[in-house]
């Protein structure tokens, strides 16, 4: 059995999230789809970011392990090399254009996408304008009310560092119990013309964490709330203490990091 | 009678191009349906530059006449107002997201939207990448070979001025004779990552000219044509002397101008 990773992009428009749930589409089934074409197997799919609908990627990580005719299959020629180039070419011409194979590589027997992963990225794009750009719709909250940048900006600061962010996440259903302390590590809006980009870092994220940060800074913004009751709201450890969420189309994943990778 | 001007963007994904046409979705046919159903006319509508399938607008002007009860429909209660705003809202509440009604407005009696244009500026979205990044899939044209801006602006430089654009054109099939001759005032390439963005803007385009010209760039930029030979290309005025024309799905229509508005 060897371990093999594969890094993704894709539009989440057209997909009910990244993990495979009979009857709908979804990233996993598609690539599990064609992974099965090609090895013959349908290897159980470890994700370093499980995606909500219509939440995007451009450096998604899948991780899964296979072994015998599939393992064969997938490394016929190329012996030596760690790199599965013919496994990414293959995968990209049996999955839709909405997803696009970035690479494909066999990873150390240990290596998992999800648990080996010390740091996540994800990108969340606001149009501040009076009317959206239509090339944009699936890719960017449109926000009409006038934000202030400074003030979203002072709000995003409190959310750098370690915190329990109960009241910024979606109470985990199969383990209710479970840890939200998180560490942020960058947390920055910035603005390309009527383009709002907020650029988050933390070493995981609990459930919605991302939009509810959003909705929340977007809130100060509009002068909604107020950026120094921010810790207030994270001690509350409440999730209705935080502004409604911001919806999923304006969010990306933009990276992974693994400390050995 | 009076004169409507209406300022619009789209997403031009889902349309067969602006142009009415019997059986296929355009933006024409969505908006005379969306005026019809609130005037209860279908007034003829000019537009300020025609776009082709695929192609996206930002700002698109369209200009039509009304009168009678028609006008009564859209100007009542706002007469002395030369803002339709309210013709604005109802529009956009009866077109699809992939089009945004930016401005409804009253203007001079002479106004047609394409006559009275005195320039016209699109933008040309390249992805220089290994890979597409998905969610832009259908805004940019994936370019996997390594380009190079430099050339790319060396040719672009050829461009600007006072042209017989022949060799960059599909030659009009209802006026043979018509005149090819154009002036470009900005023809630039300017990079935001693996982002190249390319910038035009001229007095008016014959058919397909942005394409042509961002595909001989790319042929420039690629190593296959050389910066220098423009020129004699633009001479040869022959449509076989010029690589192939870029995709239509990376192409933007961004700036109407007119002298007086």
């Keep these: 059995m060897r371990t093999v990773r594969l890094d993704l992009a894709y539009r989440g428009t057209g997909f009910r999230g990244f993990a495979a749930n009979e009857g709908v589409r979804t990233v996993a089934g598609d690539l599990a789809s064609a992974l099965e074409q090609i090895t013959g197997e349908a290897p159980a799919l470890v994700v370093a970011g499980r995606t909500d609908a219509g939440v995007h990627a451009t450096a998604q990580v899948v991780s899964f392990r296979i072994g015998g005719e599939g393992l064969r299959r997938i490394t016929d020629g190329t012996p030596q090399d760690t790199g599965l180039d013919r496994l990414a070419s293959s995968l990209n011409r049996r999955v839709n254009p909405d997803i696009a194979i970035t690479a494909a590589a066999l990873a150390d027997d240990d290596f998992d996408a999800r648990r080996s992963a010390t740091a996540r990225a994800y990108e969340y794009r606001a149009r501040n304008a009076a009317h959206p750009d239509p090339r944009f719709a699936d890719l960017e909250w449109h926000v009409r009310d006038r934000l202030d940048l400074d003030l979203m900006n002072a709000a995003a600061r409190h959310f750098v560092g370690e915190h329990d962010f109960r009241s910024f996440c979606r109470r985990p259903k199969d383990r209710p119990g479970a840890s939200l302390v998180r560490t942020v590590t960058r947390a920055q809006w ?50 209705h203490a935080a502004a409604p969420i911001a919806p999923p189309h304006g969010l990306t994943l933009v990276a992974v990091r693994y400390t050995d990778a």
Excluded: Y
Aim: glycine content about 8%; overall charge positive; charged content about 20%.
């Design 190 to 239: 910035h603005a390309d013309g009527a383009l709002l980009l907020f650029d988050i870092e933390a070493n995981a994220f609990c459930h919605q964490m991302v939009r509810a940060v959003v909705g929340h800074c977007v809130a100060v913004g509009r002068g909604d709330r107020s950026a120094k009751n921010v810790p207030a709201v994270l001690a509350a450890r409440d999730r």
